[in-house]
Each structure stands twice: as structure tokens, then as C-alpha cells.
């Protein structure tokens, strides 16, 4: 399946989608935006450990298991952090991290 | 060449390209949908590595249900057609300084590092296997980490519907 594609491939790739998310976690504005940055870096990450999981260690699936409970905790995350930002919105009507500036109110 | 470079030529450049255009694009409707782009190169890219349980959860999970519940709220936010004003040049520059710079340094001590594979046969992932590690306490079992992660949900779940009940914590009223 993966023949003629050197592992250095996948992790230049992770490592590209991984700086993106980091760029525009940077300089988004909009918390639902910063949170697809996220859910970009992680995701990056998940090809990196089955990338060395099937090169490095074909004989075990610790990348892979490790790589399904990173998706789990990637929903639940999105979960939370979804519902705080519609509470967010529901207090200032809007969700700029810039004007949301306040915890104590 | 074969046909799997060629597939990993085609999954990488939409991942690369659309990954870009999800932290660049001013128009957040968008972004969600290159988003769900990149997750579906992803699973994609799975495929290839022949984690096909893995893959099918990318597209359920990730592509079916991270995606879907980001457009809702961001539908529950924000005008449709909402386009961003573009952030200030300098801290555009800076972040792409700072990321590149990263990405740099990253690929240098990848290409530099010699990587060693084992010789051992490589094992068969099929559905039957999964399902008993995941519940074995064996040497090679993930029950612990099975059942934290099932806690978490049930946590998150639980966090996530008392976060986002509408209005805020009442008195209760002690009956006389």
C-alpha cells in the first residue's frame, strides 16, 4: 500500500498542516475560527502517529489506539468549547476575542 | 509511477492547499467547508496507510460530527455572508514568521534524523483485534484508557448541555 512513499513524506505533511493551524490560530479573530485551527492541529498530529505506527512499529497499534482516543478528546473539546461560545455570544452578542475581554460580570 | 504516489501526490497537495485556504479565508461558511475538505483528504491518507477502521471514524467523527456542529454554530453566531475584516499586516507577518520559522526547523531535524524501522512482520488490523485490545487488560490491552476516555464524553457531554442551557443559575425557592 505504502510502498515508494518515504515515511519523511508524512511528517513534512503533518508538519505543514501543523504550522497552518498554528498561523491561523495566530491571527484569527473569530473564536469558532480558532477553534478549526485547533481541530487542524491535532488532526495533524493523528497522521503523524500512524504514520510511525505503520512504518516504525508494524508489529504493534499503539499509534493507532492512541490516535482514536486523540479523536475522542478532539470531540469533546469541540463540544465544550462550542457550548461556551454560545453562551459567550449569548452574553455580549458577538464572539470576537478582542471585545469578549471581561470574566466577571 | 505508481498509482499509490500519485494518490498521496493528489491527498497531500489538498490537504496542503485547502488547510491554507481554512486559516486565510475571510468568509467563515467557508472555512468550515475547506475545513471539512482537509479531514476528508485526511481519512483519505488513512486509507492509504491501511488503518481502515481509523479512516471510517475520520469520516463519521471528524467529517460527520466536528464539522456539522461547527456550521451550527457558526449559523447560531453569525450572519451567513460575514466576512472578516483582515487582521493588522504586522501581526499577519509575525504569525507567518513564527510558523514558518517552526515549519523550518521542524522539516530540517526530520530530514536530518535516521529513522529505524523494526524487522518484525507487520500485523494484521482487523475489526475482531480492535475490539479485543481495546477491552483486554493484557500486556497490550487499552481497558484504562477505554474507560477514562468514556468518562470524558460523558463529562464533556454532561458539561456541555449545563454550559449551554439557557439562563444562567436560578434561586430555588425553599418551599415554607
Partial sequence: MNTGIPLQYFLILATVMFFTGVYGFLTRRNLITILMSVELILNSVNINFLAFNRYLYPHKLEGMFFSLFVIAVAASEAAVAIAIIINIYRRFTTINVEDVNEMKF | ?176
Fill in chain 2, 1 to 176: 509511477m505508481a498509482s499509490n504516489q500519485i494518490m498521496f501526490i493528489l491527498f497531500s497537495a489538498m490537504i496542503v492547499v485547502f488547510s491554507i485556504l481554512t486559516v486565510t479565508s475571510r468568509k467563515i461558511l467557508r472555512a468550515a467547508v475547506f475545513l471539512l475538505f482537509v479531514l476528508v483528504s485526511t481519512s483519505g491518507l488513512y486509507f492509504m496507510l491501511n488503518y481502515q477502521f481509523l479512516a471510517a471514524v475520520q469520516l463519521t467523527l471528524y467529517a460527520g460530527g466536528i464539522v456539522v456542529l461547527i456550521i451550527f454554530s457558526i449559523l447560531l453566531t453569525s450572519h451567513i455572508s460575514l466576512k472578516f475584516e483582515s487582521s493588522g499586516w504586522k501581526k499577519n507577518m509575525f504569525s507567518a514568521t513564527a510558523a514558518l520559522t517552526g515549519a523550518i526547523l521542524s522539516v530540517i531535524t526530520i530530514l536530518d534524523y535516521k529513522f529505524s524501522a523494526t524487522t518484525e512482520a507487520a500485523k494484521e488490523v482487523n475489526m475482531r483485534f480492535i475490539g479485543k485490545s481495546l477491552l483486554s487488560v493484557d500486556y497490550d490491552g487499552y481497558v484504562l484508557p477505554f474507560e477514562v476516555i468514556s468518562v470524558l464524553l460523558l463529562a464533556a457531554m454532561v458539561a456541555a448541555i449545563i454550559v449551554a442551557k439557557k439562563g444562567g443559575p436560578k434561586k430555588v425557592e425553599l418551599p415554607k
